[in-house]
């Protein structure tokens, strides 16, 4: 683990620490990644939805292996300089396997990974499972057991609420959780009014989704800590490349598309070209 990684671990569990609630937007690449840190916010989230979008152009269904959201993160991990969170999914191992997991994505300088319960059907109409406790449990000891540096973050994810309604299965769920050794917990689908009932109750720091309808503030009135933006780049990108495209479509004309010929200037200034120039005077052309 380099020194960088180890600073980012930290500048994570500072920001926890402060007591604010804080926002991360979810990337879908490097450039939104990079984007992300430009806007001034403090952390950066890559979750399986967009990552199962951007890097194979799928739903996000339970297709993405280890080495798929790995890679996306080694890669968003080294365009910016703030903490980057990852979804982990299951696990990806049972626990006795699960120390391979938390050493990929600590290698590949991610902060924290948030670990789930969910075992089928998520973002499907299906009948969904959740694994028993227990096992999840014991992928969380794993999982903590299995980090080279303690400032790396694991996060026990319930999706109890999200399968069945049920917010007293949650909160037991996320105390097992917490009660083997999780940094944090993740319940799914809490709008703030029933995640304000449930804080009391739960004893680690929470992270959740941000819900439709509701403010970060509303979040953090609820007692938040961390809440992720996942789609945010995903599904802004997407709206703005459709009506591009129709628009190209319809006129014929690319010129014809609000900022494609104005945003050069400003988008080669971003992403570099002037330090490439800078590299050629001071050591020369190839």
Known sequence: MTAAFATRHRALRALLASGRTIAAPGASDTLSARQIEAAGFECVYIGSYATAASR???????????????????????????????????????????????????????????????????????????????????????????????????????????????????????????????????????????????????????????????TLADEAAAGAAIVLYFGFSLLVQYQAVQQALETFRRSGDAGAVPGLRENVARFERFIGYADFTARTRKYGAG
Not at 69 to 94: K, L, S
Not at 127 to 143: E, F, K, M, N, Y
Not at 209 to 214: I, K, L
């Open 56 to 214: 194979l152009g799928l739903p996000d269904t339970g297709l993405l292996s280890l080495q798929d959201m790995v890679g996306q993160a080694r890669g968003i991990v080294d365009a910016v300089n703030i903490p980057v969170i990852a979804d982990a999914e299951g696990g990806f191992n049972d626990a006795a396997n699960l120390w391979r997991t938390v050493r990929e994505f600590e290698r590949a300088g991610v902060s924290a990974i948030h670990i789930e319960d969910h075992a089928y059907g998520k973002h499907a109409e299906v009948p969904q499972r959740l694994h028993p406790i227990d096992t999840v449990a014991g992928r969380i000891r794993a999982a903590v057991d299995a980090r080279e540096d303690p400032n790396f973050m694991i996060v026990a994810r319930s999706d109890a609420y999200w399968v069945a309604q049920d917010l007293d299965d949650t909160i037991a769920r996320l105390n097992a959780y917490a009660e083997a050794g999780a940094d944090m917990v993740f319940p799914t689908m809490l709008p703030p009014p029933l995640l304000a009932r449930a804080r009391p109750r739960l004893a680690r720091p929470v992270m959740v989704v941000d819900s439709p309808g509701h």
